[in-house]
Nanobody, 126 residues
Framework: QVQVVESGGGLVQAGGSLRLSCTAS????????IGWFRQAPGKEREFVAV????????EYATSVKGRFTISRDDAANTVSLQMNSLKAEDTGVYFC???????????????????WGQGTQVSVSS
């Protein structure tokens, strides 16, 4: 079993920045592929970013590419999501998810992940 916990959400003005953190315990962290998803009110959960076994292997949703950066620190059992140039449409609950894969690929579907955090709210005012 893997326990996933997000932190770092909050309220920020458009154009500002936030940094989210995700910690996972209960399994060797370096074995885990970690993804970030978000869900706005009345909308489906959508993919934001994912990091594979190393920082060299990442993927982003088109809507956040160039503004968000995902990175991992295996020594600290943490994955971070640096969010810059935030827009009102970035508002939502952000979820961290983890999965142990036998290959280093980057799933973007929520159903591909086995472990989820409770989410952290990000609100961007325009």
């Amino acid at each position: 079993q893997v326990q996933v916990v997000e932190s770092g959400g909050g309220l920020v003005q458009a154009g500002g920045s936030l940094r989210l953190s995700c910690t996972a315990s209960g399994r060797r962290f370096s074995d885990l592929t970690i993804g970030w998803f978000r869900q706005a009110p009345g909308k489906e959960r959508e993919f934001v970013a994912v990091v594979g076994w190393t920082d060299d292997n990442t993927e982003y949703a088109t809507s956040v590419k160039g503004r968000f950066t995902i990175s991992r620190d295996d020594a600290a059992n943490t994955v971070s999501l640096q969010m810059n140039s935030l827009k009102a449409e970035d508002t939502g609950v952000y979820f961290c998810a983890a999965v142990r894969l036998s290959l280093d690929y980057l799933p973007a579907r929520p159903g591909s992940y086995d472990y989820w955090g409770q989410g952290t709210q990000v609100s961007v005012s325009s």
